[in-house]
Each structure stands twice: as C-alpha cells, then as structure tokens.
DNA sequence: CATGAATGAGACTTCATTCAT
DNA sequence: TATGAATGAAGTCTCATTCAT
C-alpha cells in the first residue's frame, strides 16, 4: 500500500525539469500556438493547474525552455573549439560533426524551427534568442575561420557571410529533421552525416590556401 | 462623394487575387495558426462571409496560397536554367542570384517558414508541399550538377547532398529574412547578396575540376 | 442558339408553384430550420434573390407552404364523405383508404411532421394550423362516427376522444414515413395498409353495435 | 449574502443530471437544431464551457438526454407487464394507464417529437433510436397481445399491425402534448385520459373474442 | 503544494437576407 | 424581373487561465 514515493521537497525541486522536458518535446512537435498547456502538464505529470504553480504563463515557460536548452548548445561547441589543438580543417569537420549528434540527440535543435516561426508573433524573445544564440554562434564560427586564417591554412575570406554559408546546412539539417522529416512523406532523402561531410568538403576546398606553393 | 467602385462582376474576378495576397501577408507574418480569417478577409477588404465564399476553409486558402506562389517560383527557375548557355559555374551564380531576386520581391520565399513550422499539423500539406516544391527545386539544382559534370567542369560528385548543400544558404536567408530579420533586433548583419556570394565562391571553388592542368 | 423559353409573364406565372414545390420536398425532408433558403431556390431552378421576391422571408415561404398543401388535403376528405351512399363502416373503411392514398402521394403528409416540430418555435403558425386543419379534420371524422351512431351502425359514443383514435394511426403512419420510414434502419417493417386495415378492423368491431340482438 | 455552495466534489457529481434535465427540457421545447448549447449551459446554472466539460458535442448530450430517459421509461413497462397477474384487457389499460402517467409526468415524451423531427439529418441516432426505443415498445406490446391470444381472451390477430394500432394513440397523444398542446391555440380539446379510455374500449371490443359462443 | 472544475473570450464557419447590376 | 456577391449576426466548440478545495 505504502507506494514509496519521493519526498517533497524533492518533488518541488524537480518539478520544473519534467516540465521543461515535456514543453520542449510538445512544442517541437506542435509548435508553440497548438500546444496545449494541459498536454505539456499531463506529459510531465502534473495537473494543469501545477504548471502554473512555475510558470505564470505559457509565453514564459516557452521562453523558459528556450533557454534552458540552446544557451547550453553553444557553450559546448565554445569549449571543444577552445581545447582543439589540430589543423583548423579538422576541427571545422569536428565541430560540425559533434555539433549535429548533439543536436541529434535531443530536441533542443527542433526549438530553432519554434522560434524562427513564433518569432514575430512574440517580439521580446527575439533579442533575447539573438543574443543568447544567434551571435555566440556566430561567433564561434567566425573564430574558426579566423583561426585558419590567422594559421595561414585558410584564404583570406570575408568572416560574417562565411560564417553564414558555414552553419547553414547544419540549421538546414536541424529543422529539416522536426519539419518534413517528421512526415511520412517521399521526399529527396536527406542523410545528415552524408550532407555535412559533403558541405565541409566543398567548404573546405572552397576555403583553404591552394596545398602547393606551386599555382600560380 | 460618390466613391466609383468596380462593378459586380469585375470585384468578382479580383476578389481570389485580393485574398490570395492579403492571405500571403498574413500568414508569413504571423503563421498558419495565428493569423485569423477574419483578419485575411479585412486586409482583403471583404468581410469575414466574403473569405468564405471563395475558399472553404482557412485549410484550403492557405493551399492555395502555396500553390500560387510557390509552384510558380520554381517553374521559373527552371526556365531559366533550360535557356542558360554559358558555364555550369556561371549558370550556378546566376540561378542563386535571379532566384533571390524573384524570393526577396514577394513574400512568397516566407511560405517556406510557415510550412516548416507548421506542416506536422497539417500532415496533408507534406506531400503536396514535397511533390510542388521540395522535389522540382531538387531536381533542379541536381541538373546544374549534373550539367557541370557531364561538360567536365565539375568533379564528379554526389548529387543529392551536394544540392543540398547548394540550396541551403538560400532557403537559410528566406527563413531569415521572414523571421529573426523581421524583427527589430540587432544581430550579426545579414547581407543576403554578400552571404549568396561568398556561398557560390566557396562551392564553385570545391566543386571545380582543376582548372588549368598548369598549377603543379 | 435561339433557347425556347417560356415568355416572361409565363414565368412569373408558375415561379410560385416551382418554389413550394422545391420547397415542400426539401421542407418535409430536413426541417424547417435545417432547409439553406438557397436549396429551396436552387431546386426550383432559380436564384436566391428569385425567392426572395416571390416571398419575404424564409418563414413566409413555409406558411405558404403550409396553406397550399394541407387545407387541399382536408377539403378532398370532406367531398368525398358528403357523396358516399353506403354504411358507415364502409365509409370509414373508405375514407382512410383514400386519405391515405392521398397522404402518401405527395409529400404534403410530411408537412405535419415538420409543423408538429416546430410549431412551439413559430408561434403564429400555431393558431393558423389548429384553424386550418386540426378542427377540420377533426369535425370530419367527428361527423362521420356521428351519422354511424345517427344510422343506428355504431354504439353511441363520445366523438372526441373517438375521432383521436380513430386518426390517430393515419397520423402515425405519416409521421412515420417521413421520419423513421426514410432511414435506412432495421425496425419493426411498418406495412401501412395493413396498419390501417388492422386498425379499421378493430375499431369497426369496437364501434359498431353488436349485430345480431342474440348475444346477450 | 455568503451564499453557501455545495463543494466542487459534490457539484462535479450532479453536473451530468444538472445537464440532463435542462437539456430535456429544452431540446423538448425547441428541438434539436433550434436549441443553442449555451442556453442548455446557463438553464443548468453553469457556463458554456462547462457543458462541454461533461459532454463532448451538443449531440452527444442529445444522446445521453435519449438514453436517459427514454431507455427507462421502456423498462419500467416491461416490468409492469411481467408482474401482472390478471386479465390481458385490464393489463392492456393498466399498461396505456401507467404509460401516460410517466410520460406525462415528465418531458421524456417530447423527445419521440424531436426525434421524429430531426432523425433525419441526424444519420446516427436512428439506429440507436430503432434499437432502444422502438423495438423494445414494440416487444412490449406485442407481447401483451399474445398474451391474450394465449389465453384464449383474444382473437388471433397478426401481432405487427395490431401494436401499432394499440400505441399510436399513445404516441400522438404524447406528440400532441409537446407541439401543439403547449400552443395557447384553441383547438379540439385533447383529453389525454378520455382518449386513452376511449381508445382502449374499442381496441378491446375489437380484439375480444365473443364472450358468448352464441352469435354467429 | 497540488488539483481539476469552471470560466469566458475568441476562433472558425454558416446562412438568411440585401442590393447593385 | 432576375441574379448572386456580399454581409454580419449567430452558433459550435476550444483552451489559457483562475481559484476553491
């Protein structure tokens, strides 16, 4: 009879993360207008009513799982570049390449299909989206290039509308995978690893210094 | 006083014309979800009966939204690459550059973004959105591969990821455009032409055969 | 190219007709409420706006629906009693034969069906209907029990509550035949003449005087 | 002023009965289309949305408002009859006698009305309404009516026709007293009672064999 | 803290009726 | 006369949010 359940203090404590766990699955999914607030709290668990005891708002638990889930995205990326130490091709290979299973692995990369959507229809999250994930990317990618550069294994190219033409498959691959290919539908198969490799071959031949001193 | 109106029959001829781009507006705006029939129908200048006496549902006004302006950008895609006689290279260029042209004058390059965000709820819209837009643009930019590497400008390669990797800068840059680039926030500056041009400059550099057998 | 047409004033002429006919048929089908004023005019061959000139409102329509096919129904019943010769019970046997023969032609027999349904939301019809044909299909079937009883065939009894039960399985079966009787559903077969006969049966046995003075 | 409430526990559980019998009434004296949900949710004391909290179209209400009330008032009968003990003509008027009095007594009669009415465009209900209504009156009846033959009391007669005879009367009455008897019209008086009697005295003259063998 | 019954604004859609042509 | 495009009130149903328990 005595079902051993945990304490609460404890409950309180982890409430918030199913709740951020559900929301995130569902608006993935849905999007952020067709989510119901009472599917993401039976999801977690919980009533309707609880989630409101953390969340005054759907706005703001939307906003809530934004954060928790890309802020993190990118400063893993940060400290893999920091601690690599091979050619700048390489680590451009690798961080592409570690950055999609991260991205495959969890939801989180289907929020960016939320919030290119919703953005318009809730003005204050798109400051705080351009800052906590727009621009650190960037600037993570900006500094790849630049490392190359700076290396001499790369031209000197532009950095912006590099570090652009960079990340746009990988954004491509993301919302593809919680978009059409959420759908059973016959489309051009998309094989993430096979378009990554390809897009960094093509980039990489594209950005580096011809290998031979030679041609002229 | 006397406001001239059109008569009868000619509002009747314009009316799908009115709501077709009053539709197109709004839900690239706003999305599929939150844009309200009544408001298409009053940024038509008819009244919320009028919407419906045209279009059965807010369902099939967006379809034939899509079909409208979509289909259309992709059939002159193709035109233009059936007529293109010059290098494989210079036809890549121009078939990004005429094609933004075409996508940033209307807002039809933001349909894109809805049906992305939207088509898991909508699981009719995915096939047709697959066979009118997502495989003709496929086939097209594989045929300028193919075209490139069947006159031996172009190192034999994949064609599916690589027209992946060739298309994805442009749809990034719509994406953008109606969404973070909508909003008044400030983040790294998207140039859409500088972004096109170092894309094209960095594929054409890794698509290319060697070009001189000279460069030992 | 020259259509033969009825002339203009030929038209104007049997629009009416075409409409209550339309309308009779659609009326008795789906109710009054649930008949679109569109359906009327289209099954009559011509435009909304057509019946709205021949009729005010949708209500009006109905009321002269109602005044041309039911009072027609009553007063057929009437000449046909005051010219019959024989004995009553034939004349009883008769008179539900033939008024439900009548009944069962046209659709007009659905009327009831549709007057009893909404009767409570159309205030005014009420006393129009009562007027019109209850009272006399009532002082018809009361004046044929009354020259049974005056000829010495039937017992005396009270004409009120006889004449009810005497109409009361015609009604049935109408009502039946355009409710139940329209569906495809398995219930008990209704079989209308035998319905009549049986009841016929009965209430002549019920009604008339014991035939011969001998039992006792 | 501190009106004091029933507790949320407590109203849950009378809700469905709250919106039952507002529902009957209503859906009786305005029919099934006619009849706006809201009106139904603030004749129970309870908003809009609450209705749809317990039931989840306004024509499921209508079913569950059928099958309360009018799947009852058959069994009732039935278990009438089988306790009866005594001659098959006095189970006949007890039967009519009791009928009336719960069908009088509470609006469940008027449904037969709406039913009748709006079968029709109501696909669904008619086999339910066939099922659960009519074929077990009809058992019921005929039942009664073999019965008698059984026991020599009547006269073989075909047991279908013979029903219908017996509870038409029944019905109109129970049609009359929720269309036009809720008219302030001044028609033909209907005395449900004396028709009843009178209906019944004839039914069983007719279907009484002679109570002397000597007539022939 | 947690629940879930209740609310009511608001969305989509229908249709009787009008009126310019 | 006849048409049918247009209107907008009204109806069904949904769902974010509140609050008594």
Known sequence: MASTRPPRQRLKDIRPQQLL??????????GFAATRSEEVASAAGVSKGTLYLYYPSKEELFKAVVRQNISKLISQGGEAVA?????????????????????????????????????RNFPELAQFYADEVILPAHR????????????????PVELVPVAHALMAPMIFLMLHKHSFGACPVHGPDVDPKA???????LMLHGLMRDRSGTHR
Not at 22 to 27: C, E, G, M
């Open 140 to 155: 993570l990618f900006e500094g790849v290039v630049q490392r190359g550069i700076d290396r001499g294994e790369f031209r």
């Open 21 to 30: 766990d559900a929301a995130l699955s569902l608006f993935v999914e849905k």
């Open 195 to 201: 378009t990554l490799r390809a897009h960094a071959d």
């Open 83 to 119: 601690a690599f130490e091979g050619s700048t091709a390489e680590l451009l290979v690798m961080l592409l390449d570690i950055w999609w299973d991260r991205v495959d692995d969890s939801d989180a990369g289907g929020l960016h299909k939320v919030v290119l959507a919703e953005v």
